[in-house]
């Protein structure tokens, strides 16, 4: 059976599997994926998904949920980046909040 690329699990609603990262210094790190939010900005259509860690991080509050923007590289292969841009982080958030609200509304 051949391994699920992180795109694939990442957008896969059945997935119920921590999602795993490899931080610079390789160490791992596993998050519970709370959402998958496709985004505008400007003209340039981004991918976020955001993620809560199932660890203690030294660099995270307590039960904080992180943003992280999904990155394709030219040869294809994609990876998660934690956005570093606090202004685009809180919109995120705040169309995520947007999106439940109008799920909760049907």
């Known amino acids: 059976m051949d391994e699920k690329s992180l795109l694939d699990i990442i957008l896969d609603p ?3 599997e921590p999602v795993t990262l490899y931080g610079e210094d390789g160490v791992v ?3 519970d994926q709370i959402a998958v939010i496709p985004f505008e900005d400007g003209e340039e259509r981004l991918l976020f998904v955001i993620l809560k860690p199932l660890d203690e991080l030294d660099w995270a509050e307590y039960d904080e949920a992180i943003v992280f923007r999904v990155v394709e590289s030219e040869d294809g292969s ?6 570093e841009n ?18 909760g509304g049907e």
């Open 86 to 103: 606090e202004d685009l982080a809180m919109q995120v958030f705040q169309e995520y909040y947007r999106l439940l609200d109008e799920e």
């Open 29 to 31: 790190y596993s998050f």
């Open 78 to 83: 994609v990876s998660l980046h934690m956005e």
């Open 14 to 16: 059945d997935n119920t």
